[in-house]
């Protein structure tokens, strides 16, 4: 089974429950969890994994030989990400980090002065955890997506990072994957062919919005969809409680604000709390 753990906004949870899920799970399944969060992957902080690099993301770069250049021009226009820096008369420049490897420019040059190169954009890396504070056996490991600093291609290293993931699963009796936050293409590309999408979601104002939005997006994936909500003691609960109706998505957990929760949050220690181990109960049962 693949399900998603997402949620419209930052800071809702998400990434704490995902692991503590996966820590549930993994002491009677064997899971693999996914940190799809590629611009700020955090569960291997908040697991204490080991950090083994498994492979470099490439993205095609276009390769530049002057004495073949014509300065026409034309490399630049056809350039959407404005990754080609062309004054008249002069010699094209190609800021690499903004370049998302279309290959458009390779394909409009004239003269063959571009051809294709390689650059690395982000690596893939797995962890086991390591944690001295869990009691258990736990059959979990950890796979994640990192970007190289200052490349925006996101989605293709989230590709990267669910493909790695793909051809392992075979190992594996669960799959969890760890979006990030918003609606964004790094988010549809996490979630393709999830059987089952959790909702992180906070009750406030902005919390229901964000939901409101990520359930728009997995209905139109016509993803199976069911709503967390944490902190689900403080704010008002009732907003979450209308969205989920209005949808027709049951919200299946609610995970206090608890200081055990936060204390163990912020000192990387892995959250273990009834909720999450009646939830994973639940998911074992239907998978
Ligand atoms: S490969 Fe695409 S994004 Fe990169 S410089 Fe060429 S046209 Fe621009
Ligand atoms: S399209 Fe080719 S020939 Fe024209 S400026 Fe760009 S690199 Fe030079």
């Known amino acids: 089974m693949k399900i998603a753990i997402t949620g419209g906004k930052g800071g809702t949870g998400k990434s704490t429950i ?9 002491t009677d399944n064997k899971v693999l969890l996914v940190d799809a969060d ?9 697991l204490s994994t080991t950090r083994e690099k498994v492979g470099d993301v490439h993205a095609i770069l276009p390769s530049f ?16 990400e404005n990754a080609v820096v062309f004054i008249k008369d002069k010699y094209p420049f190609i800021v690499s980090k903004q370049c998302n490897g279309c290959g458009a420019c390779i394909l409009t040059c004239p003269s063959g002065a571009l051809t294709e190169g390689q650059q ?3 690596a893939i890396y797995q962890g086991k955890c390591q944690q001295p504070y869990l009691k258990q056996e736990h059959d979990l490991l950890l796979l994640w997506g990192e970007m190289e600093v200052g490349c925006e291609n996101t989605s293709m290293v989230v590709n990267a990072t669910r493909e790695y993931a793909e ?9 969890l994957i760890d979006t990030a936050a918003g609606t964004h293409c790094n988010v549809i590309s996490a979630m393709v062919d999830v059987d089952l999408a959790l909702a992180v979601a906070e009750p406030t104002p902005l919390g229901r919005h964000d939901l409101e939005l990520i359930l728009q997006l997995l209905k139109i994936m016509k993803v199976s969809t ?3 909500v944490n902190r689900s003691d403080i704010g008002e609960l009732k ?17 206090p604000y608890e200081r055990d929760i936060l204390k163990k949050h912020s000192r990387g220690q892995p959250v ?16």
């Open 18 to 26: 995902a692991t503590a899920l996966a820590l549930e799970l993994s």
């Open 38 to 46: 590629v611009e700020c992957p955090d569960d291997h902080i908040i």
């Open 65 to 80: 030989d002057q004495e073949k250049c014509l300065k026409c021009g034309r490399c630049s226009e056809v350039c959407k």
């Open 120 to 122: 690395v954009i982000g």
């Open 167 to 175: 051809n392992r699963t075979s190992d594996y009796d669960c799959m």
């Open 226 to 228: 069911k709503i967390i």
């Open 239 to 255: 907003l979450i409680e209308e969205v989920s109706q209005e949808n027709d998505v049951p919200i299946i957990q609610k995970v």
């Open 272 to 287: 273990i709390h009834k909720n999450i181990e009646e939830l994973a109960y639940v998911l074992s049962e239907k998978s």
